[in-house]
């Protein structure tokens, strides 16, 4: 089993920074790819940011050239710098995780972990 836990959340002020972490733990041979995702009341969960084990990166366009996602390798991590936050930008941060568990087997599996509430205030 893996565990994953966001931390770093809070109020911020609009123009203001957070970064954001994620720790995965347990069996863990592999980490592939890691991805930020946000929901805010009443929408759907929705993509912010992902890297791959190779260090490439995907963002939506609505946070280019403000956030920056980057990761760990040997601590299992991946953070989120947010910079020039946005009201919009109110929701719940989630962390996932695609997990090669063992290396005996090639399966994987995405674990998410439970959020964290970013609230960007006006």
């Known amino acids: 089993q893996v565990q994953l836990v966001e931390s770093g959340g809070g109020l911020v002020q609009s123009g203001g920074s957070l970064r954001l972490s994620c720790a995965a733990s347990?069996?863990?041979?592999?980490?592939?790819?890691m991805g930020w995702y946000r929901q805010a009341p009443g929408t759907e969960r929705e993509l912010v940011a992902t890297?791959?084990?190779?260090?490439?990166?995907d963002y939506a366009d609505s946070v280019k050239g403000r956030f920056t996602v980057s990761r760990d390798n040997a601590k299992n991590a991946a953070y989120l710098q947010m910079n020039s936050l946005k009201p919009e930008d109110t929701a719940v941060y989630y962390c996932n995780a695609d997990v090669r568990p063992y290396s005996d087997t090639t399966y994987r599996t995405l674990y998410w972990g439970p959020g964290t509430q970013v609230t960007v205030s006006s």
């Open positions: 347990g069996s863990i041979f592999s980490i592939y790819a």
């Open positions: 890297i791959n084990n190779f260090g490439s990166t």
